[in-house]
């Protein structure tokens, strides 16, 4: 028998609904234990009454498919997993310097930067996107990547304890990394996935017409970022031997899984360093209409995207707790890195302007008080500034 370790899950975004995907520039996933893909058929039941008082054994009717898998988050590793659940398309990095924006001051002990003659906004910065200096008279803020938390035409606010105050600087560099975020109208994307197993069994299960409908992230204490993904689609086929595999030397990412442990995650602009677990997710029901005629459905249907989760911390004070009630002030940052280097390859994912869904705090026992805070966030409608929806993912990868 085949073990698992010898399975190749490769995925490729299809260029059309029905048409299928294949040959080479497929993405390989290393995935953790998961589901994978299966098959549903619908029961064909007669409700005739029999003289056996036995049923007719049922027919095969629609099928449909879907798909849920697990793994780890690496730079680059679900780059069109996250444009398919998103809807949007990977921007390239942006550059920007003194004769863009003018001179550049940074204060509020590090929070604050003012371009004395910025177009920030025109140039489609937005919240969530991560940034870094060079050429500043302060060393020390060069080559650190920041979070945008909020901007305006002239000014970026970041959080505190990255960057230092600068006087009026001339001279500087400013690269934002590559972004993606929910475009308007949201593309629809359609993927083919392949899990080939090879010999013995030297066969494949392809899925095809499939669509992203949900996305999870969930962190914890001394353990990677572990990602949920799953589809849902009209087919899942076994391919023969000699049209497996599908895809042809899928590109898998070589990297290390990223931690949260250096990097932090922010609410409301302030480093949160006492909490034991965070849980965020993007759901969307997938649906099918079956058709007389027909044992394959014409497309699988999207409802809309809903993102809500929970973070659970140890009390230290009551001020955080107190803000949460003020949802306008609800912006949770996950900033994922390797350990030790506040330079090296990152992904990060912002939420911005989450509601406050309540709390739950146990009485008595024995140690620390936890709290775990439920939030609900969606489209972002605080205007220009903001991205179109509560959530941009950005990355940056060394070459």
Known sequence: MADLSEIILAIKAQSAFGTPAAGSGATGIEVAASQGMALQIASIESAMVQRSRMRKRPRQGTRTANASYETELQVSNLDPVIEGVLGGTWTAGDAYDETDWGGLTITGTGTTLTFAGGTLLVDGIVAG?????????????????????NVTAGVITTVAGILAD?????GWDIEFAPSVYTATPYVNRYFTIEAYMPAPIDRSKIGTDMRLNNFNLNSQPDSPLKIGFGFGGRALELLDEADSPNFSSPTFVDGPSLVLLDGGIYINGVKRTNITGFQVGLQAPVSST???GSTTPPDVNLGQFTLSGNFTGVVENGTDWDAMTDEDQISVLLHCREQGDATSDFVSFYMGNMSFGGWATPEGGEGAVIQTIPLYGGEDERGAGFAPTAVLVSAFRTE
């Open 129 to 149: 996107m991560m940034a870094r200096l060079a050429g500043m008279s302060v060393a020390a803020n060069d080559n650190k990547w920041f979070p945008v938390l």
């Open 166 to 170: 600068n006087a009026s600087d001339a």
């Open 290 to 292: 079956p058709v007389i």
